[in-house]
């Protein structure tokens, strides 16, 4: 755990790099617009809970400043404002009982964003990392089978005392970065698909000695399609 929020305070650094580092051609492009895409979600809990990848939707506003082209790599900060709905859902096996939680956060990923190829009239892939925040506004809970006090007892490793926990950390935070490509027009329209993974390095319960979870971070995969336009370009 130590390793990973080094990673993360490494990522904070490389933004900060990405920022204000000036060595190359300088850019003042500002681009804005919207996101949606589909998220496929799991908590990694210690001990274990047998699961699927949950789906959910993710959708949000995205403002991408370009701030200098070094050699053929296009250099940007990018930050968003998101909705994004996480959670789990479980494999159960012993009963034909079923359950998943939907969590409903507030995401805010700030990242360095690294582009190759043309940076307008063309095609151009990018690389985004950096530190996510998030903030948990809400969580549903769907249940379905049996669920008897004999169907709980039959549960794997005998684990049932999520179904009574609400989020007790709603403040979360990690790691995010996926690959992308960016179709963009000349008059500074952008089309852009992208993959990405987050890592949370925080957990959704308590995890003290006295609680059942050592672990119960969110961890989940993003494909979002964005649409951008440029506001303030570079005369190149």
């Not at 296009?74 to 939907?102: P, V």
């Not at 190759?116 to 969580?139: A, D, H, M, S, Y």
């Not at 319960?205 to 059942?212: E, V, Y």
């Amino acid at each position: 755990m130590k390793c990973l929020r080094s990673l993360f305070l490494l990522a904070v650094v490389s933004l900060h790099a990405a920022l204000f580092a000036q060595v190359g051609k300088p850019r003042t492009d500002l681009a804005i617009g919207g996101s949606a895409g589909v998220v496929l979600n799991r908590i990694s809990f210690n001990p274990s809970i047998k699961q699927s990848m949950k789906p959910g939707m993710t959708l949000g506003f995205t403002a991408r400043y370009t701030c200098e082209k070094y050699f053929s790599m296009i250099c940007a900060f990018q930050g968003e404002i998101n909705y994004t709905q996480s959670g789990w859902k479980e494999n159960i096996s012993t009963s034909s009982d079923t359950y998943q939680r939907t969590l409903h956060y507030v995401q805010v990923p700030l990242f360095a964003h690294l582009g190759f190829g043309r940076e307008r009239g063309g095609v151009k892939g990018f690389l985004v990392i950096g530190p996510q925040l998030g903030f948990c506004i809400g969580e549903t809970e769907k249940r379905g089978g049996e669920w008897s006090a004999a169907t709980l007892a039959a549960r794997t490793n005998g684990i049932t005392e999520q179904y009574d926990l609400e989020v007790q950390r709603k403040f979360e935070y990690g790691i995010a970065g996926g690959l992308g490509m960016d179709v963009s027009t000349r008059s500074g329209h952008h089309f852009i698909l992208e993959g990405r993974y987050f890592y949370g390095l925080s957990d959704i319960f308590s995890n003290s000695k006295k609680d059942p979870f050592g672990r119960s971070s969110n961890g989940g995969i993003f494909v979002k399609v964005s649409y951008l336009f440029d506001i303030i370009k570079t005369n190149l």
